[in-house]
């Protein structure tokens, strides 16, 4: 078995190489913390089975955040691999510092220039013999979505494997003593031993652990056998001459050297940056920009073209499943047994494909813009704006992956490096809406509010949001205070969308919602649909039910909410388990036989005869309610292992407390506007708003006199003492 291991910085194009080869339907993004995890494919090749590994993209062997650390533990575990360092040609500079730590690691890696056909393009013009004689190692110079150029990499990369096992080698930096481009290493070894000659002599460490100490590496420091307060002095040391700086500008010195020799540039283009970019990055421009190409990808999503595909594939799945409906009612005698085909598994199938084109919609406008290079702008216009927060630049990453899985997203937060952030980011994502919440949108605004569908999807997707936000900047002010971190990453250039590539994503995706989904929203349904219609002794059509007498039991609890009802506590308990279950579960409480689709299903809510029915007012509240109440399971058991249980707790509690509290208010709200007027409720809120607007500035000035004017803190203090 011959092991081949992908190696470089993010968005070089590692993923994409893997992806050639494995055939693996993975997410191939463009933006930092995409692979959180490193994935492996076992193929055959050329008759000979291979495993290809995709490491986490990474700028560094210096463990500051989760993929370095996955990437330097698992280069460290598996030293007889293969490895191709993949660097982008656009970027050599910061991309070769990487290829020198893989170097200093003891690894003799096979160097891929990327986007090798981006070069005229960009006016730079590489020598490539000189390139690769002075690197002194193997170099090809590709385009990894060209398979046939992959191929050759990948071919060299197997060959070369055979070789080092026929011949015994074994990767050591003594076969670069010839070159002079790593003389440094000889230097970095003496740097050592000019700050540290006691442990140079009494340790018998490598020549990478000695220059991971020199860069205060922590994981390496702490595996040495000596005391805390050695380890302390250690530190004050290195700290105390800079050894960290020193490396890394030696690094650079070389490698600009390096560069100088075999790379000129025509022109001083920035790589990456657009005209369009005046306007994207525009301090004014780039907020409504963004805003109004979200609302486009909505009005595109649950407008009349998503609507028009919901019907149809609705109709189609019910078509399709008829006969065996038909079947199940004429054929079978047993009533229970028949009902349960008809209704609880035929009509929970025609609820999941009456929303999978809104699902699919979405997904194919998120990559989009993002194989497009804008959602790298994204991140870059709210960076400074989330670090007011208190969220570090990296989580905007795991707020967007929330559009279309809470789970995903709470487990994308592991890349922060600071532990209050990441805390911060995996408590936040369950706010925003995520896919499985749209049919329930959809059911709930056809029936009550058709002509403002849009428009409300909207504002729950911006609630979801600023709540967020909000939440974010409480808890870094109170118990959760984030450190200033750097964020570091690069825009890539804009480009056509590959829409073979998107289209393989959006199937991909799916087909996992489909299986995800489906699975969970078949069975699940099927469970509610026996809790729904069977009493505590499993009689059938008998007394009330069970999910029946839980939920009278619970229903008190929300009737200041407007739907204190049995049916709509049974469709929040139910959703606790999976969001994609709630439309199904009130179609199944609503006793409707599975034929319709969504239309029946809202249809039902009009009627006040329905188990679970509503009104305009308590529609509103209930739909606040469940985008902001408790995350799924599947959410739940990720965050107790991504933040700890008592934060888990924490998370939940305060978040049914703020989903009540604003379902609350939006209840009377609506309510105050239903009886009284649309004019004299906007003229409430106005006065409402001007009223709080003065306190907060009353407040302002009485606390401002408070603070002392000597103090150039502006805080309460002696003023004596400033005098």
Same mark, same amino acid.
């Given at each position: 078995?011959?092991?081949?291991?992908?190696?470089?910085?993010?968005?070089?194009?590692?993923?994409?190489?893997?992806?050639?080869?494995?055939?693996?339907?993975?997410?191939?993004?463009?933006?930092?913390?995409?692979?959180?995890?490193?994935?492996?494919?076992?193929?055959?090749?050329?008759?000979?089975?291979?495993?290809?590994?995709?490491?986490?993209?990474?700028?560094?062997?210096?463990?500051?955040?989760?993929?370095?650390?996955?990437?330097?533990?698992?280069?460290?575990?598996?030293?007889?691999?293969?490895?191709?360092?993949?660097?982008?040609?656009?970027?050599?500079?910061?991309?070769?510092?990487?290829?020198?730590?893989?170097?200093?690691?003891?690894?003799?890696?096979?160097?891929?220039?990327?986007?090798?056909?981006?070069?005229?393009?960009?006016?730079?013009?590489?020598?490539?013999?000189?390139?690769?004689?002075?690197?002194?190692?193997?170099?090809?110079?590709?385009?990894?979505?060209?398979?046939?150029?992959?191929?050759?990499?990948?071919?060299?990369?197997?060959?070369?494997?055979?070789?080092?096992?026929?011949?015994?080698?074994?990767?050591?930096?003594?076969?670069?003593?010839?070159?002079?481009?790593?003389?440094?290493?000889?230097?970095?070894?003496?740097?050592?031993? @000019?700050?540290?000659?006691?442990?140079?002599?009494?340790?018998?460490?490598?020549?990478?652990?000695?220059?991971?100490?020199?860069?205060?590496?922590?994981?390496?420091?702490?595996?040495?056998?000596?005391? @805390?307060?050695?380890?302390?002095?250690?530190?004050?040391?290195?700290?105390?001459?800079?050894?960290?700086?020193?490396?890394?500008?030696?690094?650079?010195?070389?490698?600009?050297?390096?560069?100088?020799?075999?790379?000129?540039?025509?022109?001083?283009?920035?790589?990456?940056?657009?005209?369009?970019?005046?306007?994207?990055?525009?301090?004014?421009?780039?907020?409504?920009?963004?805003?109004?190409?979200?609302?486009?990808?909505?009005?595109?999503?649950?407008?009349?073209?998503?609507?028009?595909?919901?019907?149809?594939?609705?109709?189609?799945?019910?078509?399709?499943?008829?006969?065996?409906?038909?079947?199940?009612?004429?054929?079978?005698?047993?009533?229970?047994?028949?009902?349960?085909?008809?209704?609880?598994?035929?009509?929970?199938?025609?609820?999941?494909?009456?929303?999978?084109?809104?699902?699919?919609?979405?997904?194919?406008?998120?990559?989009?813009?993002? @194989?497009?290079?804008?959602?790298?702008?994204?991140?870059?216009?709210?960076?400074?704006?989330?670090?007011?927060?208190?969220?570090?630049?990296?989580?905007?990453?795991?707020?967007?992956?929330?559009?279309?899985?809470?789970?995903?997203?709470?487990?994308?937060?592991?890349?922060?490096?600071?532990?209050?952030?990441?805390?911060?980011?995996?408590?936040?994502?369950?706010?925003?809406?995520?896919?499985?919440?749209?049919?329930?949108?959809?059911?709930?605004?056809?029936?009550?509010?058709?002509?403002?569908?849009?428009?409300?999807?909207?504002?729950?997707?911006?609630?979801?949001?600023?709540?967020?936000?909000?939440?974010?900047?409480?808890?870094?002010?109170?118990?959760?205070?984030?450190?200033?971190?750097?964020?570091?990453?690069?825009?890539?250039?804009?480009?056509?969308?590959?829409?073979?590539?998107?289209?393989?994503?959006?199937?991909?995706?799916?087909?996992?919602?489909?299986?995800?989904?489906?699975?969970?929203?078949?069975?699940?349904?099927?469970?509610?649909?026996?809790?729904?219609?069977?009493?505590?002794?499993?009689?059938?059509?008998?007394?009330?039910?069970?999910?029946?007498?839980?939920?009278?039991?619970?229903?008190?609890?929300?009737?200041?909410?407007?739907?204190?009802?049995?049916?709509?506590?049974?469709?929040?308990?139910?959703?606790?388990?999976?969001?994609?279950?709630?439309?199904?579960?009130?179609?199944?409480?609503?006793?409707?036989?599975?034929?319709?689709?969504?239309?029946?299903?809202?249809?039902?809510?009009?009627?006040?005869?329905?188990?679970?029915?509503?009104?305009?007012?308590?529609?509103?509240?209930?739909?606040?309610?469940?985008?902001?109440?408790?995350?799924?399971?599947?959410?739940?058991?990720?965050?107790?292992?991504?933040?700890?249980?008592?934060?888990?707790?924490?998370?939940?509690?305060?978040?049914?407390?703020?989903?009540?509290?604003?379902?609350?208010?939006?209840?009377?709200?609506?309510?105050?506007?239903?009886?009284?007027?649309?004019?004299?409720?906007?003229?409430?809120?106005?006065?409402?708003?001007?009223?709080?607007?003065?306190?907060?500035?009353?407040?302002?000035?009485?606390?401002?006199?408070?603070?002392?004017?000597?103090?150039?803190?502006?805080?309460?203090?002696?003023?004596?003492?400033?005098?």
């Amino acid at each position: 078995m011959k092991y081949i291991v992908l190696v470089g910085n993010p968005n070089t194009g590692k993923s994409t190489f893997f992806f050639i080869f494995s055939n693996a339907e993975e997410h191939v993004g463009n933006w930092h913390g995409v692979t959180t995890d490193y994935k492996e494919k076992r193929i055959k090749f050329d008759g000979q089975e291979i495993v290809i590994t995709d490491l986490p993209g990474t700028y560094s062997l210096s463990p500051f955040s989760f993929e370095e650390g996955v990437t330097k533990e698992y280069l460290l575990t598996h030293k007889d691999c293969e490895v191709i360092n993949i660097i982008d040609g656009n970027n050599l500079e910061r991309n070769l510092l990487l290829t020198f730590e893989l170097v200093e690691m003891g690894i003799r890696p096979i160097v891929c220039v990327n986007m090798a056909n981006e070069f005229v393009k960009n006016g730079l013009k590489i020598d490539k013999e000189k390139f690769e004689k002075e690197l002194g190692l193997k170099c090809f110079f590709i385009n990894a979505q060209n398979k046939k150029e992959s191929k050759e990499v990948l071919n060299y990369a197997v060959k070369n494997t055979n070789d080092k096992k026929e011949k015994n080698e074994t990767n050591k930096i003594d076969t670069y003593s010839h070159i002079d481009i790593f003389s440094y290493i000889t230097d970095l070894q003496d740097m050592f031993s @000019d700050y540290l000659p006691k442990y140079n002599q009494n340790f018998n460490l490598s020549i990478f652990e000695k220059i991971k100490i020199l860069e205060q590496d922590e994981s390496v420091i702490s595996k040495l056998k000596i005391t @805390d307060k050695e380890k302390n002095d250690i530190i004050n040391i290195l700290e105390k001459n800079n050894t960290l700086e020193k490396v890394i500008n030696l690094r650079f010195i070389i490698i600009k050297k390096f560069l100088s020799n075999c790379v000129s540039k025509d022109n001083n283009k920035i790589y990456g940056y657009s005209k369009i970019d005046k306007y994207c990055l525009n301090k004014w421009l780039c907020f409504p920009i963004f805003f109004v190409i979200i609302a486009g990808l909505f009005f595109f999503t649950f407008g009349s073209f998503g609507t028009m595909l919901s019907g149809t594939l609705s109709n189609f799945a019910e078509l399709m499943l008829s006969p065996l409906s038909s079947f199940a009612q004429n054929k079978i005698s047993n009533q229970f047994v028949a009902d349960f085909i008809s209704n609880a598994f035929c009509g929970s199938v025609v609820s999941l494909f009456s929303f999978l084109p809104q699902v699919i919609l979405m997904f194919l406008g998120l990559y989009i813009l993002e @194989d497009s290079g804008y959602m790298s702008r994204v991140a870059f216009i709210f960076e400074d704006f989330l670090k007011k927060l208190g969220l570090s630049g990296k989580s905007i990453f795991a707020l967007l992956m929330s559009f279309g899985c809470s789970t995903t997203a709470t487990l994308s937060s592991r890349n922060l490096e600071n532990k209050n952030s990441k805390i911060k980011t995996a408590m936040l994502t369950p706010y925003i809406s995520c896919t499985a919440k749209l049919p329930l949108y959809l059911i709930i605004c056809n029936a009550f509010f058709p002509k403002f569908k849009v428009l409300i999807i909207i504002f729950l997707y911006v609630l979801g949001v600023v709540v967020a936000l909000c939440v974010s900047y409480f808890l870094n002010k109170t118990i959760l205070k984030s450190n200033e971190t750097t964020f570091v990453m690069e825009l890539p250039k804009y480009r056509i969308p590959n829409f073979k590539k998107i289209s393989k994503n959006v199937y991909y995706n799916a087909k996992q919602f489909l299986l995800r989904a489906g699975s969970v929203l078949l069975g699940f349904s099927c469970i509610v649909w026996i809790l729904q219609n069977c009493n505590f002794r499993f009689q059938y059509h008998v007394g009330e039910s069970m999910l029946e007498t839980l939920s009278n039991f619970l229903s008190p609890i929300f009737s200041p909410l407007g739907f204190g009802t049995a049916g709509a506590v049974s469709a929040i308990l139910c959703g606790f388990v999976a969001k994609e279950i709630i439309v199904s579960t009130i179609g199944i409480i609503n006793g409707l036989d599975g034929t319709g689709g969504l239309n029946q299903i809202s249809n039902s809510l009009l009627l006040s005869t329905s188990a679970f029915c509503l009104t305009a007012s308590s529609s509103l509240s209930f739909l606040v309610f469940a985008l902001l109440y408790l995350p799924c399971i599947s959410t739940v058991s990720v965050m107790i292992k991504e933040i700890g249980r008592k934060w888990t707790l924490f998370a939940c509690l305060l978040q049914f407390a703020i989903s009540y509290a604003l379902s609350f208010v939006v209840y009377k709200i609506a309510n105050y506007f239903i009886f009284n007027g649309v004019l004299s409720g906007i003229v409430s809120i106005i006065v409402f708003t001007l009223i709080c607007v003065f306190i907060f500035f009353i407040f302002g000035i009485i606390k401002h006199k408070r603070y002392c004017k000597f103090c150039p803190a502006n805080k309460n203090c002696d003023k004596k003492q400033h005098l």
